[in-house]
Every structure is written in C-alpha cells, then in structure tokens.
C-alpha cells in the first residue's frame, strides 16, 4: 500500500477517529491508520464466556465540549444511553451494545487503514513519509501537509524521535498503567449497587458490567490503580487472577480461574503531566500536532485545540 495523502491520521482512537470525521466532512485527502484491527483503541470492549465488558474506557462522562459532542453524536445515532443518575458518582454514558460500538460508529465512511502499525517517520523534500507493517508487506503514506499522532504520548513520541523534536518533555511518565481483570458471575451472585465503585484504599475501581449489559451474561471488572497496576504489570497471570478472585469474594464470593480473564494496558491513562493543548512543530511543508490524551490532563481526546 502506497499513497499520498494531505493529510495523516496516526491512531483510530476516538480523538483519531473525531478528527477524520472533520476531515472527511471538509471533502479533505486523508487517511487515518491504525495498527488494531478494529477502530476505538482504548474505547474497546471484549467478549468472552459469552459475558460482555468493556475493558478500557469504561463509560464516557462529561469532560467538555469534546465529549459533550461525542456522546451527543452517539446518542442521536442510538449508540450511546445515559446512565440512571445513581449509576455513578459523575453520571455518564455508555454503549447497550459495547463502548466499542462508539468507535465503530465514529468510524462509518471514513478512510481507514486498519492493521497498519506506523513504525517510521522521514522528511523528503517538503513532504513526510510515514512507513509501517501491515499484516503482509509494507506501506509508505507520502504526507504534504500535516500529519496528526492520536497514539498514547509515548508511542508518539518515539515514532517522531527521528525527525529530533525539541520540546520540553515531561519527566514523568505521562501514562499509567492499568491491569485489568474481567469475571463472568453468576446470576444468583450479582452484586447491586452503583455501576463503577472504588475500592478501599485506593486498590481499584469494580465496574458492574451487567448493569450496563443485562442482555449477555454478567460479567463484573475490576481496573486496578495505577500503583496496584504498576506492581502487578509483571506478574503471572495466574497471581493475578487469585488477587481478582479475593477481591471478588467480598461481592460475588469467589470465583474459578477459567472464568476470569485479563487485559494489560502499558498506556491507560494520561497522568495530566502535560500542560499544552498539544505539541506542534513543522518539519519542511508539513504540519505535525502531537495529540493523544497525555494532553488535557487524560481527558478522552487531546485534540480539541488542533
Ligand atoms: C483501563 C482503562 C480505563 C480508562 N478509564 C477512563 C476513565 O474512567 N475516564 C476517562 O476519561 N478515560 C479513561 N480511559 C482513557 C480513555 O480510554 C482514553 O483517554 C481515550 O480512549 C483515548 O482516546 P485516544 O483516541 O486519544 O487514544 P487511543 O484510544 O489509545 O487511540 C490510539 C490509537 O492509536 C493506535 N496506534 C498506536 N500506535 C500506533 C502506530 N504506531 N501505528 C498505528 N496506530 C497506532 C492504537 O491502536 C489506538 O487505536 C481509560 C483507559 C483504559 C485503558
């Protein structure tokens, strides 16, 4: 796959996938690649033991206009339901169907490359040429005019560290980890109560996934802290899943290993250690906005500003 392009998406997230809407809107040469095989990135939902969950981004809630336009999006396109009011401390919105669901919306009619994972950016001549792998062979995306990363801030910036950017970076990582233990439950052990509820001390956050998919068999997650997540990053699974169990067995009483499963996110959050609305540079005629949601302090898109 070669093609030249205006403009290039890097990350088919929901700040990737907002900005393209904009782009396609506008009638504007794009293309947005994404090394997933799916569009939403951490907006992303999982089945398994025939439970529903969604793994990442548990729910969208009120973060300013962007999401306010997000959810509206989602809402009129009947993708997107409001949580009762008790459901959560902040309220919400959340996907009948999966958070998933979002993205695939967002997605519809745009220009999309999926599996394409960026692996290199060069400069020639005025223009920047994005290379990657897709699934088989290469591609080369030839850039004129401004190229936009959505990836979590570290993935982009050692995508852009060739082209030697000169911004002040932050010294602290800008993105925590999150380890993520999903249980499917029996109907008879459901526990009731608010939709997400923090754990004691700080250990984690339990979201009641049946609230949100009473239609599928009910399942219950639990995203660990970013600390509890950092020290268990490393750690067997089956470690994991005895810590999930123990935890569970307070609200469900306990539950079989086969019946948990678990996702590690290297970059979940955005720590907020970025002040700017984005990092922006040129490199010969191309514009370059660095956008993810290190910005903004994690909020769902970084890219209000570009
Ligand atoms: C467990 C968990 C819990 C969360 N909880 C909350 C919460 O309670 N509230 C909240 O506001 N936010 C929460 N978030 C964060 C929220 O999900 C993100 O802020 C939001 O989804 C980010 O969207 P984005 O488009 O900026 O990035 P992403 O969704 O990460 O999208 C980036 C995309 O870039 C792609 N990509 C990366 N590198 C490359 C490459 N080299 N080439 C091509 N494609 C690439 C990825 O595949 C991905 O699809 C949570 C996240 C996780 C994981």
């Given at each position: ?12 997230g ?5 900005n393209a809407?904009?782009?396609e ?10 090394k997933?095989?799916?569009p ?5 939902t999982?089945r ?25 999006e989602g809402?009129?396109?009947?993708v ?39 692996t290199g950016?060069?400069e ?14 290469q591609?080369?995306?030839e850039?004129?005019?401004?190229l936009?990363?959505?990836?979590p ?11 030697e950017p000169?911004?002040?970076?932050p010294?602290?990582?800008p993105?925590?980890?999150c380890?993520?233990a ?7 052990r ?5 939709l ?13 996934e049946?609230?949100k998919?009473?239609?599928v068999?009910?399942g219950v ?8 997540s ?10 994991i ?6 935890t ?16 590690k996110w290297?970059?979940a ?6 002040p ?8 010969g ?20 500003r570009?």
């Amino acid at each position: 796959m070669n093609q030249t392009v205006d403009t290039c998406v890097i990350g088919a997230g929901l700040g990737g996938l907002s900005n393209a809407r904009k782009l396609e809107a506008a009638g504007d040469s794009y293309v947005v690649l994404d090394k997933g095989r799916t569009p939403g990135g951490r907006a992303a939902t999982r089945r398994f033991a025939d439970s529903r969950f969604d793994h990442g981004l548990p729910l969208l809630t009120d973060q300013g206009p962007l999401t306010r336009a997000l959810t509206e999006e989602g809402h009129q396109a009947g993708v997107l339901e409001e949580i009762e009011a008790d459901g959560t401390a902040a309220g919400g919105w959340f996907a009948p169907a999966g958070i998933s669901a979002l993205g695939k919306h967002l997605a519809s009619g745009l220009k999309i490359r999926s599996r394409c994972r960026a692996t290199g950016i060069e400069e020639h001549s005025g223009s920047l040429t994005v290379t990657g792998e897709p699934d088989l062979g290469q591609f080369t995306v030839e850039v004129r005019k401004s190229l936009m990363l959505t990836s979590p801030l570290p993935q982009s910036l050692e995508l852009l560290a060739p082209l030697e950017p000169d911004w002040l970076l932050p010294e602290e990582a800008p993105c925590d980890k999150c380890v993520v233990a999903m249980a499917r439950i029996d109907q008879d052990r459901l526990p009731d109560g608010p939709l997400l509820r923090d754990l004691e001390e700080g250990s984690g956050r339990l979201a009641l996934e049946h609230r949100k998919f009473p239609d599928v068999i009910p399942g219950v997650s639990l995203r660990f802290s970013p600390l509890m997540s950092e020290g268990l990053f490393e750690v067997e699974d089956g470690q994991i899943k005895e810590v999930m169990s123990g935890t569970l067995e307070e609200f469900t009483g306990p539950v079989a290993d086969d019946q948990i499963q678990l996702m590690k996110w290297r970059y979940a959050t955005g720590s907020g250690a970025v002040p700017d609305p984005y990092f922006g540079m040129t490199r010969g005629e191309v514009a370059i906005a660095v956008c993810g949601d290190g910005f903004f302090g994690g909020a769902a898109s970084g890219t209000r500003r570009v």
